[in-house]
């Protein structure tokens, strides 16, 4: 019986290493919330970090297969939706991050947490997490399993993240 192959390209994709190298830059002015604008964007809470080490990348996508996780260079240079927020993690239990969208409707937002700040997706060390919190399988979620609805105004998502839990699985660490 074969067994499935984990999608290391959906983990590449996620961490902007694609075939065309990401622009670490590209969404951050267009992503970025200021105390006292109004309109869409989603107020995101990290549920279950690791640890307090690194940076959060939080990247916002169309709700589409096709774009979800595409290249952000590809989504800006198409007209499409790329938002990205990246700040050192907060000290906080639970780190929330805002990140503005143009407008209402569904979107796909993923989280990293690279622990070590080298803008690269270590599998054995960093975490990630989807809107919807689907269930983790051997390839990217459907964008239809992490699609969320932003409203006119604040749109609060809960994002639980994943690190690896054994050879080639990936799930919230377990507290004791």
Known sequence: MKRPVLSVAALVLL???????????LGKAEGQCRTGESGPAFVVDMIGLKDRAGKL????????????LADDNVLIMAGK??????????????PRLCVRVPASGPYAVTVLH????????????????????????????KAAAVAVN????????????????GL????PIKRS
């Open 81 to 94: 939706t790329f938002r990205r927020v990246e700040v050192p993690v907060p000290a906080e239990p639970t």
């Open 168 to 171: 080639l699985s990936f799930g």
């Open 57 to 68: 990348k939080l990247e916002v996508y169309p709700a589409t297969d096709a774009d979800f």
């Open 114 to 141: 690279d622990r070590n700040a080298d803008r690269k997706f270590n599998l054995s060390q960093d975490g990630f997490g989807f809107s919807g919190n689907p269930k983790l399988g051997w390839s990217k979620p």
């Open 15 to 25: 961490t902007g290493a694609g075939p065309i190298r990401s622009t670490p830059d």
């Open 150 to 165: 932003a409203g006119a105004g604040l749109t609060p998502l809960r994002i639980v993240m994943n690190y690896r839990t």
